[in-house]
C-alpha cells in the first residue's frame, strides 16, 4: 500500500530543505571576501619569502667582500 501511496503523489522538495544564502552563509560576496583575503593572505606569504631570500644574499654577499678584503689585504 506504501508504494502505491508513493507513486500517486508526484515528489516535491519540502520549503525546509531548499537552502538560502542566509542559512549557509556563502553568499557570493561572502565568498568573494573570503577569496580576496585568503589571495592577500598568499601573496603577503610569497613576499616575505622573496623578502627573506634578499636579506640571506646580502648578508653572504657581505661576508664574502669581507673575506676578500681580509685576505687579498685590500
Known amino acids: 500500500m506504501t508504494e ?3 507513486e ?3 515528489l ?3 520549503k525546509k530543505t ?3 544564502a542566509e542559512d549557509t552563509g556563502f553568499s557570493r560576496t561572502k565568498t568573494r571576501q ?3 583575503l ?3 593572505a598568499e601573496k603577503t606569504k610569497q613576499l616575505a619569502r622573496k623578502l627573506n631570500y634578499a636579506i ?3 648578508i653572504v654577499a657581505i661576508i664574502l667582500v669581507f ?3 681580509r685576505f687579498v689585504n685590500f
Request: hydrophobic share 30%; net charge positive; aromatic share 4%.
Open 4 to 6: 502505491n501511496n508513493l
Open 8 to 10: 500517486e503523489k508526484p
Open 12 to 14: 516535491r522538495r519540502s
Open 18 to 20: 531548499v537552502e538560502t
Open 34 to 36: 573570503k577569496q580576496k
Open 38 to 40: 585568503e589571495s592577500q
Open 56 to 58: 640571506i644574499g646580502l
Open 67 to 69: 673575506l676578500f678584503m
